[in-house]
């Protein structure tokens, strides 16, 4: 056993002392989390970002674009990831947020690939709304097959959900009864829609794959469909920015790192994940996003 | 050692231990304490139908029945699912294993009972759901049932090994007697171990209990993570929501904010109630039997 | 008799048979951790760092994180947990103040951890304004074990035969001195199997953590008092919810595997000697 914590402590031993040599020194530290949709372009940046800026390290996490506005706002985190727009609410109790867009991405309503496969391409914006309220239950009421329809909700505080509701019934803030489940982060709701063969889910296309498809939404007469295409020229009528969210003007090691997002390097990165860089001055070669595995 | 009183003794050993037992013993006090203060924002907010109330919706309504009926669901179902085997296990364990397999027996289930939850909560959200949706011809198998399924599991060594030190502190002579007057051995151990170790037993199956109501990560990925009671109210195939679960999918979001997260911290604070009554009933009963 | 005889056969068989099946449902679970994991490991998963948020490279500084949240939190557990113990046998007298000691200890290690993790959050992170940090994390999940320790040491203090104590006693040492030549040399298998036992349970704690402690990318190592680390519970955690990937299927249980590895070395040293400990009294 003595022979086991030695070992141990020889492996962790020379890590240690190199650690203990940096601690001494410090280095700055950006702590950025929030909405899962901003999430993997602001990590691939940031691996960017740190091997050409060794002595910034910037950490992220997830937790939903709440999480982020709120933490920008208490000062927990140094940049907030939101994919929505601040509320009223949340302006009022935080003085001076600062919004800065790096891109755009759409939330499209999307099934398991099954139940598109088995025809259901399209659903109106009130059919939607119906289902998620609990009144259309089955796929067959749509065109589908006769199977009940697996609503999956998301967690309250996220952007994605709150741009959705919006878009659904006019309130970002609406109840779902009909919902069945409820995911987190984009990664979760994705993996359970294509784990079931008849759900339902809300879902930044960006994160659309083989399991999960995209339908098209019928509205005003027309059927649009959830491409980038669609969405860079305005059709789309679920699209949100991409946000970062500070606490007053970005500035230090913060404000370089937003620059860098905002230049051809890091637009070309929002590009790559999936989404629509802000000046897009090049055409998009991927239809779905860098999730389709 | 002659002492009239507890504090004859002042030397630095005594205080430096004694700030160290001070420390020990009052992090429950502190911690309950807590628990209190902090959620007095939502009662204030919401009254005491908080406890009763079904809508949770973050910076609206707080009600947390959904979830305390979730808890109970979730570990009611690992209780009734468990106790056959654990105690089928204990019973052959500690009757009628001979002492080395006995000990090789003892030494598994230790083992066992330290697999962290994330573990079972890997299993559950890549397996486990998607068999329980295909076994059960359910839409989908997030629900209070696979919930309780993984649950049953986990606390499966935890009970077995207690069970199985309260069937074996049974004194050797009853057994003998028994057998002597002519029952079986089977006979023997439903009609007088078991009944003797009863408290022991029961112990057991009160902490294991409390383990189960305590368990965030696994539960938080196969439960659906929704807050509703299921329609009807006993259907356990319906997804729904436990306290730990509910508190380690908002408490990132609520960190330290006004009425939501005393709201989180009130059901933690019910609990923590539920789970010390249950582990209070518990350590009376293991220690009767000792 | 034919009867009895047979309702006997029936119950041992009932009982073979549930017994069997328990085992096997425990076995499946050890099994599919060590089929599914092991494809992902190789010396680089091991040492690497992880990219493309766990689908590619490895564990390393996951691994790291880990061990420095468990070993950190055995090293600020230690101390308190052996004090207390010795306040409790050595100065606690009176048998109720002992008994109210021993339940306050014991409801301790009741406490669902998620509620370690919400109060250990504001008294550390806010109240210390430590935030959400390793050293909040290394706090909380030292006061999580410390009933573990301290139960165990308790134990090997207690059944210290008296004549050792007495033999000091009559040698005139002070309780400092008693402790240090007796006491504490004596109780050693204890504080070894407690400690050990703790990491264990430090190691697989995720839900105290998560929210106070960790981050998911971008950390190697802490750099600072105030930086959270990346374990392999949360890593496990955020891989789990892409359970639709297949790449971050196998990572995760790789990660799984290289977890229950770290607690299963543990709990088995601790076996080790206490069967050793057993093997001695028999002597």
């Not at chain 2, 006993?234 to 960190?255: D, M, T, V, W, Y």
């Not at chain 3, 500084?61 to 004090?83: K, N």
């Not at chain 3, 301290?150 to 007495?166: D, G, L, M, N, Q």
Request: aromatic share 8%; net charge neutral; charged share 15%.
């Amino acid at each position: 056993m003595l022979l086991v914590l030695f070992g141990t402590g020889a492996w962790v031993l020379p890590g240690l002392s190199g650690w203990v040599q940096v601690f001494a020194q410090g280095s700055t530290v950006i702590r950025i989390a929030g909405s899962t949709t901003v999430l993997p372009i602001v990590s691939r940046a940031a691996e960017r970002f740190q091997s050409r800026h060794p002595s910034i390290k910037i950490t992220v996490n997830a937790g939903g674009s709440g999480v982020g506005i709120h933490g920008a706002g208490t000062g927990r985190f140094d940049i907030g990831l939101a994919s929505r727009e601040i509320t009223p609410n949340e302006n009022q109790r935080y003085a001076s947020l600062h919004t800065t867009v790096i891109g755009r991405d759409a939330v499209a309503c999307v099934v398991s690939s099954e139940i598109f496969h088995a025809g259901v391409r399209t659903l109106s914006k009130r059919q939607i709304g119906y289902i998620y309220l609990g009144k259309i239950t089955n796929w067959k009421q749509v065109g589908g097959p006769d199977r009940p329809i697996v609503v999956i909700d998301k967690e309250t505080h996220r952007g994605t959900r709150h741009v959705f509701m919006h878009y659904l019934f006019g309130n970002s803030k609406a109840r779902a009864p009909g919902a069945r489940l409820v995911t987190g982060s984009n990664n979760e709701e994705q993996a359970k829609i294509a784990q079931s063969d008849s759900a339902i889910g809300m879902l930044s296309i960006a994160w659309m794959n083989e399991d999960v498809a995209g339908i098209g939404i019928h509205e005003g007469g027309q059927v649009i469909q959830p491409t980038l295409d669609n969405v860079r020229n305005g059709r789309f009528p679920i699209a949100r920015n991409l946000n970062l969210i500070t606490a007053g003007q970005p500035a230090g090691a913060v404000k370089l790192f937003i620059d860098y997002l905002l230049s051809e390097e890091g637009q070309r990165l929002v590009a790559e994940s999936g989404y629509i860089p802000i000046h897009s001055p090049h055409a998009v070669s991927r239809v779905a996003g860098s999730h389709s595995k | 050692m002659i002492q009239h009183s507890m504090f004859h003794e002042k030397g630095p050993v005594f205080w430096w231990t004694g700030l160290a037992g001070v420390m020990a013993a009052g992090t429950i006090v502190i911690l309950f304490a807590s628990l209190v203060i902090e959620s007095v924002p939502v009662f204030k907010a919401e009254g005491i139908s908080f406890l009763w109330g079904v809508d949770w919706f973050a910076g609206e309504n707080y009600g947390a029945l959904p979830m305390i009926f979730g808890s109970l669901a979730v570990t009611g179902l690992a209780v009734v699912m468990v106790l056959p085997f654990a105690l089928a296990s204990a019973i052959l364990t500690s009757e009628f294993l001979s002492g080395r397999a006995r000990l090789m027996v003892k030494a598994a289930m230790e083992l066992l009972a330290g697999v962290p939850g994330i573990i079972y909560g890997l299993m559950g959200i890549s397996l486990l759901t998607i068999w329980v949706r295909d076994v059960f011809g359910l839409i989908d198998g997030n629900t209070l049932f696979t919930a309780g399924l993984l649950l049953a599991v986990m606390i499966l060594p935890t009970i077995m090994t207690l069970s199985e030190d309260a069937l074996s502190s049974v004194p050797g002579e009853l057994r003998d007697t028994a057998l002597s007057l002519g029952l079986t051995r089977m006979e023997t151990v439903t009609k007088v171990v078991v009944p003797q170790a009863l408290p022991g037993l029961a112990g057991a199956v009160f902490l294991g209990i409390g383990r189960a109501m305590g368990e965030t990560i696994a539960v938080m990925l196969v439960i659906g993570g929704i807050d509703r009671l299921p329609q009807p109210w006993f259907n356990l195939f319906a997804p729904g929501q436990s306290i730990p679960s509910k508190i380690g999918r908002e408490a990132a979001e609520a960190l330290g904010f006004d009425v939501q997260w005393s709201a989180l911290i009130a059901l933690g604070l019910v609990l923590f109630v539920m789970v010390m009554t249950l582990t209070f009933a518990g350590n009376v009963l293991l220690r009767k039997a000792r | 008799m034919n009867r009895r005889l047979l309702k006997e056969r029936l119950s041992m068989f009932a009982l073979y048979g549930l017994t069997a099946g328990g085992g096997l449902i425990l076995a499946v679970i050890l099994i599919t951790v060590f089929t599914k994991g092991a494809p992902a490991l190789s010396v680089s998963f091991l040492f690497e760092a992880s990219r493309n948020f766990g689908l590619e490279g490895g564990i390393f500084y996951q691994t790291l994180g880990t061990l420095i949240l468990m070993a950190g939190a055995a090293l600020v557990c230690l101390p308190v947990a052996l004090g207390s113990v010795l306040f409790q046998t050595e100065f606690l007298h009176s048998p109720q103040l002992k008994k109210i000691f021993r339940l306050l200890i014991y409801s301790l290690n009741a406490v669902p951890t998620i509620i370690f993790g919400l109060i250990g959050y504001l008294f550390f992170g806010v109240f210390l304004e430590a935030g959400v940090s390793w050293v909040t994390g290394v706090l909380i999940l030292a006061v999580m074990i410390l009933p573990t320790l301290h139960v165990s040491i308790h134990e090997a203090v207690e059944t210290i035969p008296k004549h050792y104590r007495e033999a000091g006693l009559a040698l005139g040492l002070s309780p400092g001195q008693q402790m240090r030549a007796v006491i504490l040399p004596q109780s050693l298998h204890g504080i070894v199997t407690g400690t050990l036992l703790g990491l264990a349970r430090a190691a697989g704690e995720t839900a105290a953590i998560m929210f106070t402690a960790t981050a998911f990318s971008g950390v190697d190592l802490p750099q600072s008092w105030t930086d959270p680390v990346t374990t392999l519970q949360t890593h496990i955690l955020v891989l789990a919810q892409e359970a639709a990937n297949p790449e971050a299927l196998t990572n995760a249980w790789g990660a799984g595997l290289v977890l229950l590895a770290i607690v299963f070395i543990l709990i088995t040293a601790t076996l080790w000697i206490r069967s050793g400990l057993e093997m001695e009294a028999e002597r």
